[in-house]
Nanobody, 119 residues
């Protein structure tokens, strides 16, 4: 059983900053990658940023230069530093874990955390 616990969401003003955290626990032999996705009302869930255990990152064009993803392999935790957020960044943010255990390779999702960008 794998659990993902997200934290750090809430209300932030445009141009401010916010940091999301996602801690993974459970039967995890190897973390292959972790990522953040988001879903705004009436829209599909889209990727925001991903990072491999080796540190290779990818970002959605809309957040490049503003958001930074980082991983702490020792703590099985991924972070999303959100700088200069915009109202368009308002969404439920989900953490995703790509991991392997003795049975194979799997994905696991967090429960989601609300981020609202508003003055």
């Amino acid at each position: 059983q794998v659990q993902l616990v997200e934290s750090g969401g809430g209300l932030v003003q445009p141009g401010g900053s916010l940091r999301l955290s996602c801690a993974a626990s459970g039967s995890i032999f190897v973390i292959n990658a972790m990522g953040w996705y988001r879903q705004a009302p009436g829209k599909e869930r889209d990727v925001v940023a991903t990072i491999t255990s080796g540190g290779t990152t990818n970002y959605a064009d809309s957040v490049k230069g503003r958001f930074t993803i980082a991983i702490d392999n020792g703590k099985n935790t991924v972070y999303l530093q959100m700088n200069k957020p915009e109202p368009e960044d308002t969404a439920v943010y989900y953490c995703k874990l790509d991991y392997s255990d003795y049975e194979g390779r799997f994905d696991s999702w967090g429960q989601g955390i609300q981020v609202t960008v508003s003055s």
